[in-house]
């Protein structure tokens, strides 16, 4: 299923032109699929903890199964132009729990999930890449405070109803 948060990441990241892209979080795959119709020429490394619900092939697209805490493991450092992440932005045990519990798993996780998303994002962009995350209205200065303790320097905020994207570009290690 395409959420809001997922097409107003795609369509950022369909502006972005360069070679290699990552989606932290992945899921589906559906940010690399939007972006890709736009954007045919990036590769895409989509990174979630839990294997997709309905497993598909799409060309220029690798899924695999890791923890974004294992990036630094699994991934040279600066190697990316793009990366992309819908994080979990609620908190465990608080807020109201999702009727799909698939949904509900990706929407949560322990307070410094979100640091942990940015620092694996700054792993892996090349100084000067770009990271887009988006958050819900209302945690845009934890996502900047995120991005600026990983290396990641805030840019611009695109809103779009209750979602946001927050544009950073990673400085020099």
């Not at 899921?27 to 309905?54: C, F, H, Q, Y």
């Not at 945690?139 to 905020?157: C, I, L, N």
Request: charged residues 25%; without cysteine.
């Amino acid at each position: 299923m395409i959420t809001h948060d997922s097409a107003l990441l795609a369509k950022e990241a369909a502006a972005v032109y360069g070679g290699l892209a990552f989606d932290l979080g992945t899921g589906e795959l559906e940010v690399p699929r939007l972006a890709l119709k736009t954007n045919p020429s990036m590769l895409w490394i989509g990174v979630d903890i839990r294997p997709a619900a309905r497993p598909r092939s799409f060309p220029s697209v690798l899924s695999v199964r890791a923890g974004v805490e294992t990036v630094p493991r699994l991934f040279p450092a600066a190697l990316a132009d793009l990366v992309t992440a819908n994080p979990p932005y609620l908190v465990e045990g608080a807020g109201r729990p999702s009727p799909d519990p698939d949904r509900e798993a990706r929407r949560r996780g322990g307070p410094l999930l979100l640091y942990r998303f940015a620092f694996a994002a700054a792993h892996l962009l090349k100084p000067g890449g770009l990271a887009l995350f988006s958050f819900r209205k209302g945690m845009e200065d934890r996502v900047r405070t995120a991005f600026r303790a990983s290396g990641v320097e805030p840019e611009k905020v695109r809103f779009s109803g209750a979602a946001g994207v927050l544009a950073g570009r990673r400085t020099a290690p």
